[in-house]
């Protein structure tokens, strides 16, 4: 089992900036691609961005430029690091890990999860 914990979620205005971490226990060697997903009210979770263990990244379109995923293999912690905030960027966060080694899109596909954090952007 793999337990991931996130944190770094809060309100911030337009155009700020917020770094969500999410550290990873249990038995970590089984994961290999890690993600940040996001769930909006009366919206589908949808993948914001992934990494696998060696570094290869994927993002959605809305984010790229915006936000950067990092993972530190030693620390067991995945971020995420979020820059010129928009209010459609509002959803809570949920980080997520998988065995398989490529980052798919669908939720369905990973394995573990974390509790999610609220991020609230005000316009």
């Known amino acids: 089992q793999v337990q991931l914990v996130e944190s770094g979620g809060g309100l911030v205005q337009a155009g700020g900036s917020l770094r969500l971490s999410c550290a990873a226990s249990g038995s970590i060697s089984s994961i290999n691609v890690m993600g940040w997903y996001r769930q909006a009210p009366g919206k589908q979770r949808e993948l914001v961005a992934g990494i696998t263990r060696g570094g290869t990244t994927r993002y959605i379109d809305s984010v790229k430029g915006r936000f950067t995923i990092s993972r530190d293999n030693a620390k067991n912690l995945v971020i995420l690091q979020m820059n010129t905030l928009k209010p459609e960027d509002t959803a809570v966060y949920y980080c997520?890990?998988?065995?398989?080694?490529?980052?798919?899109?669908?939720?369905?596909?990973?394995?573990?999860w974390g509790q999610g954090t609220q991020v609230t952007v005000s316009s």
């Open positions: 997520a890990a998988k065995s398989g080694w490529v980052i798919t899109m669908m939720p369905s596909g990973y394995d573990y």
